[in-house]
């Protein structure tokens, strides 16, 4: 086995005690805080005990704790996620978030290519501007969009964009109807796929303006970041050299950009973390049928199950991420490796 | 006299610790304005504020005007007195969650720093894997059981920042174990728990005062995320969350007021932390150079 197929499978199976903590976290959160889940559902006291008795055994609640745990993970592993307890009851989770999770994949990624580019772009001019005032803008910046809190941004944004200029579509993945075959359930890539050019043109500019106001919020720490790396590296003994053999200052920044952005590649396994945080409020407040606005749709139903498989699904999201940053950042860097 | 002496040193220690951490400049005074403004708005809510904050009048949907600063919502309340009002709630379950997450995640941190060995591992690698995880949707899942409450939410923040603190307060505290100073305390018989009291958290102070700013900054979205997920308050109590949330529907069809000034005390407050945090930040860096 080659040195990178090892170091991989040895942060692969990192990723499982992570994982398992934060099942087990989440399982404590919502079994064995204080509050019973199923009353809560019904928000009263005053119903038949065999009512009751059912909607516990449809929430695996009527088991032990050890074996609901265990049961739990080994059937979230399998795909089965349970069913929903209210209104639809009965209905399988899974095919919540077979739905759902498509969406939110495809805003994450957008918007996260918005905030990389954003930030790199606006790290780097800082850099090279250090000192002066674009470089002092640049930091205000960067600080603003960190404590931007998204629904007003991107009320903002829809205000301008969707009802004063009448550009872009203010809420929803697409025009109703123009839904292309699903084949990943990405609105993008489908209608790539199925070469549907009116669900391509609709699922775009759907996602313009919740990608904009996600990748603004999370750009800021990747300026902050990229800026202090590159001012580092700009600072160092190889730099100094390629200065005085008199190669040009534009390709002087590139490679400067170049090695500033690997420690920027693990910072962005974390960042995705918070991007998935952000997720939820910017599909609320684009009603973006993903997972964020499913666990805000079944907290209204008080939908204990749904919201239970949402977030562990999300622990696996985490650990996932944070294998693939591993993965990214070992082929980046040959050093990288056991 | 030998408390009195120990009392005003003690103080005097403070303040000379603290005070290397405070520094001058435009974005320090800036954030620090901000942040005293809105303490003093929700400490003297009632007499500044120019209307009942609940009471709902037929003025309903008006434009700010000379009579209404920040115009009227859908129901008729005052947004201005409706943002006053609404400071109290926000400030109020930040800090308590604040104090909460220092005082489990500080001393788990020293703990885990300066004694080591299998817990340490234990802990880093829970607090991480919470580190980890999206703050917001941790935050919901606490706050979904718990249900609707500003306490909850307080309760929830705490939890979610209890890792910040812990794994600042451990890093610090491996390398304040190295020091000379330490060696020296150590070497003249000092118990582990004197030596991590007297020498170790008294030289986090700086560190933690940073950290504090930097995460309520943080924890000031994510209270007000939840609440404009309907997870902290219960109409009609004023909040800026909610009242956004609340205002939302009519931004779109130029009612834009109801929504937009609470979003902007949102983003205000914790743009006031954050700068504060930066500058401190800063000077700690340059400090220790």
């Not at chain 1, 009802?163 to 699903?182: E, F, N």
């Not at chain 1, 160092?236 to 590139?254: P, V």
């Amino acid at each position: 086995m080659g040195s990178l197929a090892r170091y991989l499978v040895i942060r692969a199976l990192a990723i499982i005690p992570t994982i398992l903590i934060l099942y087990t976290l989440v399982f404590i959160i919502l079994r064995i805080l204080p509050g019973d889940p199923i009353l809560a559902v019904l928000g009263t006291k005053n119903i038949p005990p065999d009512q009751l008795e059912n909607l516990r055994r449809m929430a695996g609640l009527d088991k032990p704790l050890y074996i609901q745990y265990f049961s739990y993970l080994f059937n979230f592993l399998r795909g089965d996620f349970g069913v929903t307890i209210t209104f639809p009851s009965g209905v399988p989770i899974s095919t919540y978030i077979a739905q759902r999770f498509p969406a939110t994949l495809e805003l994450a990624i957008c918007g996260f290519i918005v905030s990389i580019v954003i930030g790199l772009g606006t790290g780097a001019l800082a850099a090279v501007k250090k000192g002066t005032k674009i470089d002092g803008a640049l930091k205000l910046y960067s600080i603003l969009a960190y404590v931007t809190f998204i629904p007003l941004l991107g009320m903002v944004l829809q205000y301008i964009f969707g009802v004063y200029l009448k550009w872009l579509p203010i809420a929803q993945r697409i025009d109703p109807g123009l839904a292309p075959r699903s084949i990943t359930g990405l609105y993008v890539l489908d209608s790539l796929l199925t070469a549907n050019w009116a669900a391509l043109r609709s699922s775009v500019l759907h996602l313009i303006l919740p990608s904009i106001t996600l990748g603004i919020v999370l750009s800021g720490a990747y300026t902050r970041l990229l800026r202090n790396n590159m001012v580092e590296v700009l600072s160092s003994d190889f730099i100094r050299s390629y200065y005085s053999r008199g190669i040009r200052e534009r390709k002087i920044n590139w490679y400067a950009l170049k090695n500033a952005f690997l420690p920027v590649v693990t910072y962005m396994g974390l960042q995705f973390a918070i991007l998935l945080g952000g997720m939820v409020l910017t599909e609320s407040t684009f009603s973006w049928p993903g997972m964020g606005t499913f666990i805000v749709e079944r907290l209204d139903y008080r939908d204990y199950t749904s919201i239970q498989a949402a977030i562990i699904f999300f622990a696996f999201i985490v650990g996932l991420i944070s294998l693939i940053v591993d993965a990214v950042y070992a082929l980046l860097d040959p050093r990288i490796r056991y | 006299m030998k408390g009195l002496e120990l009392g005003s040193s003690l103080f005097g220690k403070l303040l000379k610790r603290t005070r290397t951490a405070i520094p001058t400049g435009a974005m320090f005074n800036v954030g620090i304005t901000i942040i005293l403004a809105v303490v003093l708005m929700a400490v003297f809510a009632p007499l500044i504020s120019p209307y009942d904050p609940t009471r709902a009048t037929p003025d309903i949907l008006k434009p700010p005007s000379s009579s209404h600063l920040m115009g009227t919502n859908q129901i008729g309340q005052d947004i201005l007195s409706r943002v006053i009002y609404g400071s109290r709630i926000i400030l109020m379950v930040v800090l308590s969650a604040t104090i909460i997450s220092m005082a489990v995640g500080i001393p788990l941190g020293i703990y885990s720093g300066f004694i080591g060995g299998r817990a340490d591992r234990t802990l880093s690698m829970v607090m991480d894997s919470i580190y980890a995880f999206p703050s917001l949707i941790l935050a919901i899942a606490i706050a979904s059981v718990l249900g609707p409450s500003p306490l909850n939410t307080a309760i929830s923040l705490a939890v979610v920042y209890i890792p910040t603190y812990y794994r600042m307060t451990r890093g610090q505290t491996l390398s304040l174990r190295e020091q000379l100073f330490v060696e020296a305390a150590r070497s003249m018989g000092a118990g582990k728990l004197y030596i991590m009291r007297k020498h170790i958290l008294p030289n986090l102070l700086p560190t933690v005062l940073v950290v504090f700013t930097l995460s309520a900054a943080d924890a000031i979205i994510t209270e007000a995320g939840l609440s404009y997920l309907g997870l902290s308050v219960t109409p009609p109590t004023p909040d800026w969350g909610y009242d956004l949330r609340a205002g939302q529907g009519y931004f779109t069809t130029g009612y834009w007021w109801i929504s937009f000034f609470p979003g902007l005390m949102i983003t205000l407050l914790a743009l006031g932390f954050a700068l504060v945090g930066e500058a401190m930040g800063e000077k700690i860096s340059i400090a220790s150079k």
